[in-house]
Every structure is written in C-alpha cells, then in structure tokens.
C-alpha cells in the first residue's frame, strides 16, 4: 500500500494534519459501511502514513468528515463510518459485548458467558441477537471442535500419568493404575497407550474364581452319574452341552493339583489317564521367558489369544496357550512372571 507522506521529516504540523486527514478518509472508504472506533481508526490511518499522527488529529480529521463531506457518519459512542448509499450503518456493540460475542464463537454457551459477566442467559441471548451475534450452526461447531480439543488435552494428560505409573516396567492392571493415580478406571481404560500394551493386566474374565471346594465336588459327583469312570475329557463335554455346572478342568488342577486327586476328593472313579507320569520339559523359568518374549515383541500383538500364532512362527516348539495357562492358572499371572523386573526375591 502507497503511503501518504508529509514533506519528509522536516514537515510543519500542518502538512502532517492534512496528510493525516487522507489517510483518515482513506481508511474509512476502503471499509465501507464499517464502523470503525477512534482506536481502529487509528491503527489504519497509521499503517498509511510515514510518521507517527497524533490520536487528536485523527480525532480532528474524522469529525471533521463527518460535517464537511457526505456520506460520512458517526456512529455510536465514537465510531465513524462511510455508507456510500448514504444510509449510515448500525453503531458497533460495547466492547462488553464484543467480549460475549468472542466467547460465544469460541463455543461457550449462554449459561457460561451469563457467568462471566452477571447477567441471566436470557440477557446473553437478547444482546446476541440485537448485536448480530454468530449464528447456531457456528456455534455448534465451535463446541464440537472446543470438545474435541479438551478431550484430546485430557487423554495427553492421563496417558503421561499412566506413562508415570508404568516406568518401572512392572505389569499392572487398569484398577491398579486407577488407585495409583486417582484417575477414574474407564478414563485409564480408554488412554491406556498402545506402546505399553504389554503391561496391561487384564482382570479375569470367567466367573469360575467363585466356586467353593463343596460347588466343585458337586459337579463332579454329577458329571459321575453321566460317566464312569470320570475322565476330565468327559468332565469337559457334558460343560460344553450344558449338562452340569461348574469350573472348568484346568481351575480344578489348579485348585486340587491333579484330575486324579480332585476325583479322589469327590469319592469319584477317575478314569484312565494315557499318561500317568507326565512331566513338562518347560520349567516355569522356560515358558516365562517365552511369553516374555512374545510381550516385548514390537511387531506382536500382545493379546491373549495371539499367543499360538505367533508361537508357531517364532518358537514352534514352545509351549501352547492352553500350556501358558494351566501352568501359572491366568494369562494376567503370566505377564506377571514374565514381566517380573531381574533379581525379584520370588523369581
């Protein structure tokens, strides 16, 4: 933009009013039918000139304008305007609504911003609609976009919590991490992140933890009188139809040690097993650090029921799932072991 120059630096007072005065008049016909505060005014005047004009002048000029040319207005508590159809244009609101009106576009709603300023919501509406406030869809956007951004503000933040909670590698479960951070299960839950995934400890999810030791002899004692002598594959397909109710066969290893040992306990005919001495040529050390493994494989995905698929491609000999579980009772115990930090006193 050309600016208006007044005679070089040793210009006369005169010479810098009247360059001041065009660049008032300037301003004001680049923006019709805009009213522009004295502040405005100002600041566009200034950007057009090569000095530094006094707030007066521009005072002076733009008064000056409105009684000495046509279609120059004031408008409101000092605003000046140029309506070419000589229809001058509303006055601008209060700088205090212009506030609200900032607020509004932001996405506020009307409670919030009759908060801020003391007045009802209805007053907020009332003053929107007099003053040309944004319309609804806008501020629907506003909002949506003004979630969005604090919803992403606290995800950032659980996670970095969670991050906190997780640096000493040990596995833990979202309840834990709950308790540990104060922050509520479903928010850990849904930030958890998914370069720690591996450290998540997932509660069990089968109710058979509930059954006492009589629950357990009763369904046996009734899975007797469909199969004699009872053997555990038996014991598993009458489960499976529904015939009986009760804990599944590896939950009663777990409990009594033995199939064998838990039909003694019901006073039940164990049937035969192909073998009796069986011994796993995986200690506990071997399959823990096997699952160990498959946790802290980048390109695995760390669940549960993955775990034959990627045994099969990268330790084919190693122990199955099923293996995993029946030897340390849950998945959730085996992240535990294989995740125990080096030189725990239970190893």
């Not at 207005?73 to 309506?83: D, L, S």
């Not at 084919?316 to 085996?334: C, I, K, L």
């Amino acid at each position: 933009m050309t600016h208006l120059a007044a005679g070089g630096p040793r210009a006369n007072a005169s010479q810098r009013r009247r360059a001041t005065a065009e660049a008032v008049e300037t301003a004001l016909r680049t923006r019709p039918d805009e009213p522009l505060p004295l502040a405005a005014l100002y600041e566009a005047a200034f950007d057009l000139v090569d000095f530094v004009p006094t707030e007066n002048d521009v005072s002076l000029a733009a008064r000056a304008l409105v009684t000495t040319r046509e279609n120059f207005f004031r408008v409101g508590q000092g605003a000046y305007a140029w309506a070419p159809d000589g229809t001058p244009p509303p006055p601008p609101p209060p700088a205090r609504v212009v506030a609200m009106m900032e607020l509004r576009r932001s996405g506020r709603t009307l409670d919030e911003i009759g908060k801020v300023f003391g007045i009802t919501r209805e007053r907020v509406r009332q003053l929107m609609r007099k003053h040309g406030g944004p319309d609804a869809a806008s501020v629907r956007q506003a909002q949506i976009e003004r979630n969005r951004s604090e919803e992403h503000a606290h995800g950032m933040s659980v996670s970095a919590a969670i991050r906190d909670v997780l640096a000493d590698m040990n596995p833990r479960s979202v309840e834990e991490v709950a308790t540990l951070t104060g922050i509520a299960s479903e928010d850990i839950a849904r930030c958890w992140p998914d370069d720690l995934a591996h450290l998540r400890l997932w509660a069990a999810t089968a109710p058979e933890n509930r059954w006492s030791d009589e629950e357990i002899m009763d369904a046996m004692r009734a899975a007797a009188v469909y199969e004699y002598p009872l053997t555990s594959k038996a014991y598993t397909a009458l489960l499976a139809v529904g015939q009986i109710t009760g804990p599944s066969v590896p939950r009663i290893g777990q409990r009594y040690g033995s199939w064998t040992a838990a039909c003694e306990a019901a006073g039940v005919e164990p049937g035969r097993t192909v073998r009796s001495h069986y011994q796993s040529k995986w200690s506990d050390k071997d399959i823990a650090d096997i699952v160990r493994q498959y946790l802290l494989d980048p390109s695995a995905p760390n669940s549960a029921h993955r775990f034959d698929e990627w045994r099969r491609v990268n330790v084919p000999d190693g122990p199955s799932f099923q293996t995993v579980r029946n030897r340390f009772g849950s998945w959730t115990e085996a992240k535990r072991r294989a995740l125990k930090p080096t030189g725990s006193e239970d190893e």
